[in-house]
């Protein structure tokens, strides 16, 4: 069983290194932010006085941490250079960030570090903490669609939810008592909105235990959600400003949940199958020579150990030497909280679908425009994203170079990706004409090399599925 494991990492070691030696060979030099050249055709929008609401994804947050690094490629940030904004603030983050920073160093092995991130009890650790007014960039990552009009105080919530971003971000209330607050007092004219990912993101990323539903046991419940969402969009509105608002993407479709293959137990000898099917035979479970799904824990089955299957899904986050030397997987099940169960998909899948429902309709009937994030990714998924020079951006943790070194957030490049989507909306529906900016001009992924992803890039197609495994192990193309 042992050998078997063994197989499986060093293939996925193999497939790593490889998707990491065609990245550092080709180096893309990165342009500094530049605002436009000239005014900027905005149409019937005004960007005067532009705010943003939102958690991570808006607050530029990658690799695990938030960084002044990463943060001033933020979607928003990078819109507001887009329309020729000069004073758009964020709260800067010391390098390397609050959190732990993933950092590729070496492609010998290779080699992902976790960078010893700055303290945020550190006075010195927002390099924009004096700002006398509320920051534009109002992303909080952590934040449910809850916290827009909590009022609760800012550091106890920080400590109470052991998230930082809230009394790094919202400061004092003397600048507004909650999220909506701190927007409303800046009296936008402009106001992008992407929150509601963490309502399910949360649920989904602990394998299912850790919930913001009211039972704690799941995603927001919908009606929930759906109150919350709506007074959000009722409070900004009052403020005239014009509006865009994104709905929420299919959470397992991020390299997060797709990187590790749901049946990478590899079995090559007749021995091995026949061990485990003794093993397993009074659970009615059974193994072939080949590719079999892993073992998992789960409390849908009275054994509380199941099988996994094509719709399941092993967590980023697993200890790979549990499955290599532990027997994780195999005689022993993956812990709950390393796994997406079916049931737990159905949740989020079911959460999803009932959140975007809201947003659609709450957009719509107060003449919002919206981003369509959840087609974006599907797409992304199944045909990449195509930009003229950089090729198809994928998925695919590493090597698709939409997201970033955590598996969930995207990387700078796609940030300016998400921006330009927003920015497509802004100009259909407030008659504008601002151009897009240039995902040329973000660095790649940082550390050695940078990401230049092209179509026939790599020298067999499907990269990560078990058959490139397979094809990379015997040699063969």
Request: aromatic letters at 8%.
């Amino acid at each position: 069983m042992k050998t078997a494991m063994r197989m499986m990492s060093i293939v996925l070691l193999a497939v790593l290194m490889l998707a990491l030696v065609i990245v550092g060979c080709k180096k893309d030099e990165a342009t500094a932010p530049t605002q436009p050249p000239g005014p900027v055709n905005t149409g019937t929008a005004n960007f005067a006085r532009y705010v943003s609401l939102g958690n991570s994804l808006t607050a530029g947050f990658q690799s695990n941490a938030l960084s002044q690094r990463d943060q001033v490629w933020s979607y928003p940030s990078q819109i507001a250079r887009a329309v020729g904004i000069t004073g758009f603030e964020q709260p800067l983050i010391k390098d390397p960030g609050i959190g732990a920073r993933k950092k590729l160093t070496s492609l010998t092995g290779p080699v992902i570090i976790t960078e010893t991130g700055v303290s945020p009890t550190d006075p010195g650790s927002n390099l924009n903490a004096a700002l006398s007014r509320p920051y534009n960039n109002l992303g909080i990552p952590g934040a449910i669609v809850f916290d827009m009009a909590d009022t609760s105080d800012f550091v106890i919530k920080s400590t109470v939810r052991a998230n930082p971003f809230f009394a790094q971000v919202l400061r004092s209330k003397a600048l507004g008592n909650s999220i909506i607050a701190q927007a409303k007092a800046l009296t936008p004219t402009f106001i992008s909105v992407w929150i509601g990912n963490n309502d399910v993101l949360g649920y989904a990323t602990s394998g299912g235990t850790v919930g913001t539903n009211l039972a704690g046991n799941g995603p927001t419940d919908a009606p929930v959600f759906d109150l919350f969402y709506r007074n959000l969009l009722n409070e900004l509105k009052t403020t005239g400003a014009g509006i865009v608002a994104a709905n929420i993407p299919d959470v397992t479709s991020i390299p997060f949940f797709t990187t590790v293959p749901w049946n990478g137990l590899v079995l090559t000898r007749q021995g091995q199958v026949d061990s485990l099917n003794a093993a397993y035979a009074p659970l009615g479970i059974t193994f072939t020579l080949g590719q079999n799904g892993f073992i998992a824990a789960t409390s849908s089955s009275p054994s509380g150990r199941k099988k996994l299957t094509s719709s399941e899904f092993v967590l980023l986050t697993v200890p790979q030497d549990s499955l290599r030397l532990a027997g994780w997987g195999s005689t022993k099940p993956i812990p709950t909280q390393y796994v997406l169960t079916s049931d737990e998909v159905a949740k989020v899948s079911a959460a999803i679908t009932a959140f975007n429902a809201s947003i659609d309709s709450l957009c719509r009937n107060r003449g919002i425009g919206l981003v369509d994030a959840n087609t974006i990714l599907r797409n992304a998924k199944t045909s990449g994203i195509y930009v003229p020079g950089l090729g198809s951006f994928t998925p695919s943790f590493v090597t698709g170079g939409l997201f970033s070194y955590d598996g969930v957030h995207p990387s700078s490049r796609g940030y300016a990706i998400v921006a330009n989507e927003f920015i497509k909306v802004i100009n259909t529906k407030f008659s504008a004409a601002i151009p897009e900016v240039s995902v040329a001009a973000a660095p790649g992924m940082q550390g050695v090399g940078n990401a230049k992803i092209a179509p026939g890039e790599y020298p067999w197609p499907n990269v990560g599925s078990l058959d490139f495994y397979v094809k990379l192990l015997t040699g063969g193309r």
